[in-house]
């Protein structure tokens, strides 16, 4: 079946720091999503991206996606404590949506 | 304009009691979905339903029953509880079937002793 690869599962970085979430699937997406959760809350949608090479921005979140559509990776610029949490990719496989196992981010002040 | 509700937000089962997860939306969303979250292991949908009268399985559907008599609600049966569903459950909802943004609900703690 259909599988998203997340990686790092972990990721503790000094405020200030750049941070990189990277998703990854075997077959062709038609598109991803990606979702934030803080601690202790549901998941957020943040965008969703459906064309090959496509870039977004969020102030200081930058989402791609791959040209083949099998990879996406999500980067936080200077990190600030407001941004802990867990990061998930969702890949949208048809009408089918499949969660990576998300990447937790500490940040320390 | 409430969104996603689910009630409880959190139950203690014994092993072998049943219970029902409520979620409804008021959204006018044609698709509802149930998640269950452990550590580790990301979102993992239970079942799901395009539309009222329609449910389907998905990853995980063992020991759980759906029904979807309305738009509106789409509750989560545990049958007969097992320390294995000890998870976080979330109802999530879009507005059809192909891949739109998913709204999520405030979920709701089992724990099955």
């Known amino acids: 079946g259909q599988q998203v690869m997340q990686i790092p599962q972990y990721q503790h970085v000094q405020e200030g720091e750049d941070f990189t979430t990277y998703c990854n699937s075997s077959t062709t997406l038609s598109n991803i999503q990606w979702y934030k959760q803080r601690p202790g809350g549901h998941p957020v949608f943040l965008i969703q991206l459906v064309k090959s090479g496509e870039v977004k921005k969020q102030k200081r979140l930058t989402f791609q996606f791959g040209e083949a559509k099998k990879n996406s990776s999500l980067h936080i610029t200077a990190t600030q404590t407001t941004d802990v949490g867990t990061y998930f990719c969702a890949g949208g496989y048809g009408n089918k949506l499949v969660f990576g196992a998300g990447t937790i981010l500490r940040v320390k002040s | 304009n409430a969104g996603v509700t689910q009630t409880p937000k959190f139950q203690v089962l014994k092993t072998g009691q049943s219970m029902t997860l409520q979620c409804a939306q008021d959204?006018?969303?044609?698709?509802m979905s149930w998640y269950r979250q452990d550590p580790g292991m990301g979102l993992r949908l239970i079942h799901y339903?395009?539309?009222?009268?329609?449910?389907d399985q998905g990853e995980v559907p063992n020991g759980y029953n759906v029904s979807r008599s309305t738009t509106e609600d789409f509750p989560l049966r545990l049958l007969s509880a097992a320390p294995s569903q000890t998870s976080v459950y979330f109802c999530a909802t879009r507005l059809r079937a192909e891949t739109y943004e998913q709204y999520f609900g405030p979920g709701t703690r089992l724990t099955v002793t």
């Open positions: 339903s395009v539309g009222a009268g329609i449910t």
């Open positions: 959204m006018n969303h044609e698709y």
